[in-house]
């Protein structure tokens, strides 16, 4: 069994900060490409970063320059530095890797149950 279990979200006034924690755990092999999206009700879940298991990133356009996610192999821990928050980035934001639980199993990726980030003043 693998779980994801993210924290950090909450409520910020627009300019704010926060910073979210993705925690993987159980039975893990190796975790490659790790990631955060978000989703708000009614729309699809959309990007907002990824990270490699060799910290290359990438990052959707609306949050360039202001967030930064980041990585800790040897905690299987991610994380999501949200900076200069605006009421658009309100959503539920959700953790997802990619991991083999074993050597020889296949790769598979898994969700966390998400946590609501809102922003308004």
């Known amino acids: 069994q693998v779980q994801l279990v993210e924290s950090g979200g909450g409520l910020v006034q627009p300019g704010g900060s926060l910073r979210l924690s993705c925690a993987a755990s159980?039975?893990?092999?190796?975790?490659?490409?790790m990631g955060w999206y978000r989703q708000v009700s009614g729309k699809q879940r959309e990007l907002v970063a990824t990270?490699?298991?060799?910290?290359?990133?990438n990052y959707a356009d609306s949050v360039k320059g202001r967030f930064t996610i980041s990585r800790d192999n040897a905690e299987n821990t991610m994380y999501l530095q949200m900076n200069s928050l605006k009421p658009e980035d309100t959503a539920v934001y959700y953790c997802?890797?990619?991991?083999?639980?074993?050597?020889?199993?296949?790769?598979?990726?898994?969700w966390g149950q998400g946590t609501q980030v809102s922003v308004s003043s």
């Open positions: 997802n890797a990619a991991i083999m639980r074993s050597p020889s199993s296949a790769i598979f990726r898994y």
């Open positions: 159980g039975s893990i092999f190796s975790i490659y490409t």
């Open positions: 990270i490699t298991s060799g910290g290359s990133t």
